[in-house]
């Protein structure tokens, strides 16, 4: 069975202020793959990255970054700089290629930055 | 290029009722996902449909059912509603499957009353 757990359920900052989302995954797949998207008030899910079990290079888009550790299951995103528009929540997301494009969200993380 | 596309926005029904959510998806792409949102259960997959064909199916009662046309329009169909029903539906996008990025459309609000 696959699981994702964010176990920050809400965090607040202030802006400026360096944020980081934990992720941890369980699975027994060896190929799989992982994704953040962000949901805005608005309610659509943002695409923000995928990686696959076989890349853990960490990798950065301009204050973004994701930290991806396969021997901790952890796929942590970081948000450096914060700003007020970066005030949304945050889901972690897993899938596995066999099981067509069903993801296995986490529970979601909150994010508030305040001005 | 248009993004993907859900209607209605905003649904109030009442118990017992039946409705039906559409979704476009974006054009080229032949998956479409249906997920569901509610507060105490997050985000969860109900089924996938890729070239008309349903692809895989989450754990949800028969009364949710969908299908997919031949331009890849997807609808999702709930029977019988129930409190527990209300929630925001999702619909997302893909070019095939197993690794592509999903694409999210802007969802319906479901309310049961």
């Known amino acids: 069975a696959q699981k994702v757990t964010q176990a920050q359920t809400e965090i607040s900052v202030v802006e400026k202020e360096d944020v980081t989302l934990d992720c941890v995954y369980e699975t027994r797949d060896t190929t799989y793959y992982l994704f953040w998207y962000k949901q805005p008030p608005s309610g659509e899910l943002v695409f923000l990255i995928r990686?696959?079990?076989?890349?853990?290079q960490n990798e950065i888009s301009g204050r973004y970054s994701w930290n991806f550790q396969k021997s901790t299951s952890s796929f942590n995103f970081t948000i450096t700089a914060s700003q007020v528009v970066d005030s949304a929540v945050y889901f972690c997301a897993l899938l596995h290629p066999n099981a067509g494009n069903m993801l296995t969200f986490g529970g979601g993380t909150r994010l508030m930055v305040k001005p | 290029k248009a993004g993907v596309t859900q209607t209605p926005r905003y649904l109030i029904k009442t118990r017992g009722q039946q409705v039906t959510l559409s979704c476009s998806p974006i054009s080229g792409h032949r998956s479409v996902s249906w997920y569901q949102q509610t507060p105490g259960q997050g985000l969860q997959f109900l089924f996938e449909?890729?070239?008309?064909?349903?692809?895989n199916k989450g754990n949800f009662p028969g009364r949710f059912s969908g299908r997919q046309f031949s331009n890849s329009r997807s609808e999702m169909n709930v029977s019988t509603l129930e409190l527990g029903d209300s929630a925001l539906y999702l619909c997302?996008?893909?070019?095939?499957?197993?690794?592509?990025?999903?694409?999210f459309g802007p969802g319906t609000r479901l309310t049961v009353l």
């Open positions: 449909y890729f070239s008309e064909t349903q692809r």
């Open positions: 990686r696959n079990s076989f890349d853990e």
């Open positions: 997302a996008s893909s070019l095939s499957g197993g690794n592509n990025e999903q694409f």
